[in-house]
């Protein structure tokens, strides 16, 4: 079975006004939430697939994929999907799966934040399982090269060309100190300037200030546009991962297409979230329709 734009046009068409609401009043109060709700998105997609594994809590008999290392202290925004959730189940109880709700809510997200419009391919089921171990390998590290980058993408059947499009998903939010301090400090592929201003807030100590936040892209951290791209083209990635796309490699000219166009930006990263989100999705009988995003029926 495929995914597809009509899955709910019978069972609850209000689901896409529902979603849209909550997400936009979560964005109202706090603009970071839009990308805390796309990051979910991807860390939900690379394991397992798209099929809310993420979202599901520990508990004394299950491990889940929270406490791992690329997710822990790092990834926000729970109470966003619960109220989702409970706004969806009163509407149309049971139908709605919450792997749905986070590619609705990430499409949501980036809309308010400025970014492309698309139809959210939907039919998705929730997982019963999640996978710790598959939160710890198959999420790329911040201290990733371009070739590492390249084969954990590849592992989940996206292009390079997908990866350095999705990436332009870091033009919004923040990151922790614990995350950038190497590149500020020992890297060489960055701007003097701005590695001294991201010093000043990230002490060069681990475990000092690791939890110091500081926006992903300089300039205009709650709005979706192609800056990203141009502050690589500055040497101004925060994130080693970051430059990475732009040192000289085999991604430096798609990374100057886009701050030429931002349209062609996109459109390529239109077409990396819906292939992102076709990753091994639960379909037909398979897996849950969660009540509660959080556990399993
Ligand atoms: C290419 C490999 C990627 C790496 C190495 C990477 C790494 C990171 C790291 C380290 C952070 C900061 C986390 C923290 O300090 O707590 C972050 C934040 C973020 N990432 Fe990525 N990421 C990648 C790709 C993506 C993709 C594909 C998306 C979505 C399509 C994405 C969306 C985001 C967003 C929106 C944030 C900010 C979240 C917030 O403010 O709450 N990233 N990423
Ligand atoms: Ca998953």
Excluded at 105 to 129: E, F, H, I, Q
Excluded at 168 to 196: E, K, M
Excluded at 239 to 251: K, P, R, V, W
């Amino acid at each position: 079975q495929q995914l597809s734009t009509g899955f709910y046009s019978y069972s609850c068409p209000g689901v896409y006004g529902a979603v849209k609401s909550v997400v936009e009043s979560a964005i109202a109060k706090e603009k970071r939430m839009g990308a805390s709700i796309v990051r979910l998105f991807f860390h939900d997609c690379f394991v397992q697939g798209c099929d809310a594994s993420l979202l599901l809590d520990d508990t004394s008999s299950f491990q889940g994929e929270k406490m791992a290392t690329p997710n822990n202290g790092s990834v926000r925004g729970f109470e966003v999907i619960d109220a989702i959730k409970s706004a969806v189940e009163k509407l149309c109880p049971g139908v709605v799966s919450c792997a749905d709700i986070l590619a609705i809510a990430a499409r949501d997200s980036v809309v308010t934040l400025g970014g492309p419009n698309w139809d959210v391919k939907v039919g998705r089921r929730d997982s019963t399982t999640a996978s710790f171990s598959g939160a710890n390998n198959n999420i790329p590290p911040p201290s990733s090269g371009l070739a590492n980058l390249t084969s954990l993408f590849a592992a989940q059947g996206l292009s390079q060309k997908d990866m350095v499009a999705l990436s332009g998903a870091h033009t919004i939010g923040q990151a922790r100190c614990t995350n950038f301090r190497a590149h500020i400090y020992n890297d060489t592929d960055i701007d003097g300037g701005f590695a001294s201003t991201r010093q000043s807030g990230c002490p060069s100590t681990s475990g000092q200030g690791d939890n110091n936040l500081a926006p992903l892209d300089l300039q205009t951290p709650t709005v979706f546009e192609n800056n990203y791209y141009k502050n690589l083209l500055a040497k101004k990635g925060l994130l080693h991962s970051d430059q990475e796309l732009f040192n000289g490699g085999a991604t430096d000219a798609q990374v100057q297409s886009y701050v030429s166009s931002q349209s062609a930006f996109f459109a390529d990263f239109v077409t990396g979230m819906v292939k992102m989100g076709d990753v091994t999705p639960l379909t037909g009988s398979a897996g849950q329709i969660r009540k509660n995003c959080r556990r399993i029926n």
